[in-house]
C-alpha cells in the first residue's frame, strides 16, 4: 500500500500516471487471467486495477520515486549517481518499459518515461 502523500509536484505526478500506464498496460497483455485488486495511488491520482506482482512492482516504483532525494537536480533517472531501484526491480521494471514502450509508441503516444527513467 502506498503511502498518502499531501504534496506532489507536477513533475511526481506526471511520473506516477505514466509509471502506472505502463505497469497497466503490461499486466493487461501478460496476466490478462489473473484476479486483480485495485492499487491505491497517491493523493488525487485514484486507484488502478493490478494482480498481485504488478501492484507491487508499481508500489515499488511510486515509493521510490516519492522518495527521490534528488528531485529537480538531476535530468533523468538514467543518469542518476544513486539508481535506488534493487537490481531485481529495475530489472523488472526495465522489461515492463520495454514491452509496454514499444506499444505505447505504435500507438503514437510520447514514450516520455521510457527516456526519462531507463
Ligand atoms: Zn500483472
Partial sequence: MITTM???TKRQKKDIRLLT???RLYC???HGETSRVDVRLPADLGTVPLCGECGQLLS???SKRLSCPLEGEKPSCKRCRIHCYGD???QKIRQVMA???KRMIM???LAYLWHYLF
Wanted: a positive charge; zero cysteines; glycine letters at 20%.
Fill in 6 to 8: 499531501e504534496t506532489m
Fill in 99 to 101: 514491452w509496454a514502450g
Fill in 88 to 90: 531485481r526491480e529495475r
Fill in 107 to 109: 500507438s503514437g503516444r
Fill in 60 to 62: 515499488y516504483a511510486v
Fill in 28 to 30: 493487461a497483455g501478460h
Fill in 21 to 23: 500506464g505502463f505497469v
